[in-house]
């Protein structure tokens, strides 16, 4: 008997409970709750973030529900907020803000925001959101030096890097740089020289992480040869402490224009520079691996000289080279004009080159057939004791033959260019 009245009121007792949670159940559901969507947000490092706050009874006017801003990030260096308050409009039952990274450099920095109770309104469970803010990526400028003598025009490269992610970074947004002219500069901006658009600043478009931008002699210089222009990258006015400089922010970019004069003397053949060039675009080897103009003997050399102001080539050559300058007595040779645009493959860069006509030459450069001619070859001096002669005008006979007849081609310096390079003999 006591055990089936001690079961009974265990199963009394379960039931009132089950009644008083019931109806607790039906308190709690009826209460209105303010509550983030989330409990943890990321804040990324470029970009917005959108904080929800809902409601689960909507107000009949606007609500104002304030929050409390806390934790490790610091507001206004690290990021911005839209409001410190929410708005809940009459008849809703969200509401948003945005937060905005700024300069986010230091790692392990979190936002915390709670919220305040308003009148009406219990917390909910996701009454605090966490957001830890992502770091900004600091980024590196620099020119990408290829050249630092100005002939007629060049291109000049900027680029940057990211301090993590290196030459993959991409810029998420166009990003300007200022382009000074340095007041140490011989050279006069629109005077000597000039600049693409007459641009003032550099523009990385976003997606990229390169651009680049043409200097270039102006058409009526007189008087430019030998004097510098030196420009100089400058950083970005939005958010400076983001960026800093490579190792090369100043480009000193010498005017030049070669002449015949500054190369008298005598100059021994060295050797053939561009075979890379020809592995790359794929000729084959057996049209030119043992037929390339480079047999040469012990004591050949060029000597450069003037005769009665007049330019001459004399070879002095017993060896392949005697193909091509086949006059002992010499050939004349004046300056006609900037070649511009020559590549070179393997670089992935252009070049220009000064062109000189030099008369009655054998212009198949072979040694089994001759046609004189007065063709074009180019010139140019690396230092005082080494030039560089571009045989970039002639038939392909002895060399390079059956790919040009191949591909009927006419002919093209980028594909059958010889860049031969000579070194000064001291007397």
């Known amino acids: 008997m006591k055990i089936i009245f001690r079961t009974l009121s265990n199963f009394l007792l379960i039931a009132i409970l089950a009644i008083l949670v019931a109806s607790c159940s039906d308190e709690d ?6 509550s983030f969507s989330r409990s943890i947000y990321i804040l990324p490092s470029t970009g917005n973030l959108t904080v929800e706050l809902k409601a689960t009874l ?16 610091v507001l206004d260096e690290d990021y911005e ?4 308050e929410f708005i809940i409009k009459a008849g809703e039952t969200s509401a948003t803000l945005t937060l905005t990274p700024k300069s986010n450099l230091t790692a392990n920095r979190e936002i915390r925001l709670s919220i305040n109770p308003v009148t009406g309104y219990a ?15 600091r980024i590196m400028y620099t020119f990408k030096p290829t050249k630092f003598r100005l002939l007629s025009e060049i291109d000049i490269f900027v680029e940057l890097n990211g301090e993590n992610s290196g030459t993959s970074f991409k810029a998420p947004t166009n990003i300007v740089l200022p382009l000074e002219i340095d007041p140490a500069s011989t050279a006069e901006l629109d005077g000597d020289f ?27 210089a007189n008087d430019f040869v030998g004097k510098t222009a030196i420009l100089n990258l400058k950083v970005p ?14 480009y000193n970019i010498k005017l030049d224009q070669l ?8 100059w021994k053949p060295v050797e053939i520079k561009d075979k890379d060039n020809y592995i790359y675009i794929d000729i084959p080897e057996e049209d030119w691996a043992n037929s390339l103009p480079e047999r040469n003997g012990t004591n050949d050399y060029l000597e450069f000289a003037q005769d009665d102001g007049i330019d001459k080539i004399i070879p002095h050559l017993t060896g392949d080279l005697k193909n091509f300058f086949c006059n002992p007595q010499g050939h004349t040779i004046i300056f006609d004009h900037i070649e511009k645009g020559l590549y070179n493959w393997v670089a992935d ?17 072979s040694k089994r057939k001759t046609v004189l001619g007065d063709v074009f070859i180019g010139l140019d001096k690396i230092d005082d004791n080494n030039i560089v002669i571009y045989f970039h005008d002639y038939i392909p006979t002895d060399f390079f033959s059956s790919t040009f007849e191949m591909f009927d081609y006419e002919f093209d310096a980028d594909f059958f260019g010889i860049t031969y390079a000579f070194t000064r003999v001291e007397e």
């Open 349 to 365: 860069l252009e070049y220009d080159v000064p062109y000189f006509m030099i008369s009655q030459v054998n212009s198949c450069f």
């Open 29 to 34: 559901s009826s209460t209105a709750k303010l």
């Open 237 to 250: 006015i939005d958010n400076p402490e983001l960026y800093y400089p490579g190792s090369f922010v100043s």
């Open 58 to 73: 909507a107000p009949e006017s606007d609500l104002k529900v304030p929050i409390n801003i806390e934790g490790t990030a």
């Open 259 to 266: 002449r015949f004069t500054d190369m008298l003397g005598k």
């Open 194 to 220: 000039e600049l693409e658009n007459g641009i003032t600043s550099i523009t990385i478009p976003a997606g990229s992480s390169y651009t680049h931008f043409k200097i270039k002699i102006k058409e009526d």
């Open 123 to 137: 917390l909910g469970d996701k009454k605090v959101a966490i957001i830890p803010v992502e770091v900004k990526e």
């Open 81 to 84: 907020i839209s409001a410190k």
